[in-house]
């Protein structure tokens, strides 16, 4: 027996799109598949030398900014991965959405805090990148202009998420790096 929801019984109004209109598109699936999924491995491995004591003399990252950057991007990454690939529309869509979108924009604000010998670096480009990316995605929602919504989300989770990821193992003295390779 399965359970029934609202929207068995009433069919959607005849200007909303098609189920099929809300998912992304098989290349974008597949880019997001590949990057999330490889994405979450490393940094499975990664906090994982952490926490078994493989990398000594990590305290010197033992700062606030530092520590709220890690500890809200890391769930930023197997999240936003969920909510691209699962059924879009839902209730739980939307909630999961808003927490990967509130997660992201303080990722972001914390990158701020964060400082290499006393300045930014080119990494913190993706700052304003990322609060841009949160506002089109929720103005495009809020339209209720899907595709452009869908094109956001995607090109927010590759470009803010998932560039800065690759720096940050790619780039020696970043923590991620050292966490992997140290």
């Known amino acids: ?29 597949t880019l997001v598949s590949i990057a999330g999924f490889t994405m979450t491995f490393f940094c499975v491995i990664a906090i994982g030398r952490g926490l078994l004591g493989f990398v000594p003399n990590l305290h010197h990252y033992n700062k606030l900014p530092v520590i709220i950057h890690v500890a809200t991007v890391l769930p930023c990454i197997p999240l936003g991965l969920y909510v691209l690939l699962t059924r879009k529309g839902t209730p739980r869509h939307r909630m999961l959405g808003k927490i990967w979108l509130l997660l992201m924009l303080i990722t972001a604000t914390s990158a701020i805090f964060i400082q290499s010998s006393g300045s930014f670096s080119f990494i913190h480009i993706f700052v304003p990148v990322t609060f841009h990316a949160a506002w089109k995605t929720v103005a495009t929602a809020r339209k ?3 595709a452009g919504h869908k094109k956001h989300l995607v090109l927010t989770y590759l470009a803010a998420l998932m560039i800065p990821g690759i720096a940050a193992f790619a780039l020696p003295g970043r923590l991620m790096n050292v966490l992997l390779l140290g």
């Not at 200007?15 to 998912?23: G, I, R």
Request: hydrophobic letters at 45%.
């Open 144 to 146: 209720g202009d899907i």
């Open 1 to 29: 027996m399965t359970s029934a929801t609202v929207a068995d019984f009433h069919p959607a109004p005849a200007n909303t799109p098609a189920k099929a209109d809300f998912e992304i598109g098989p290349i974008a699936r």
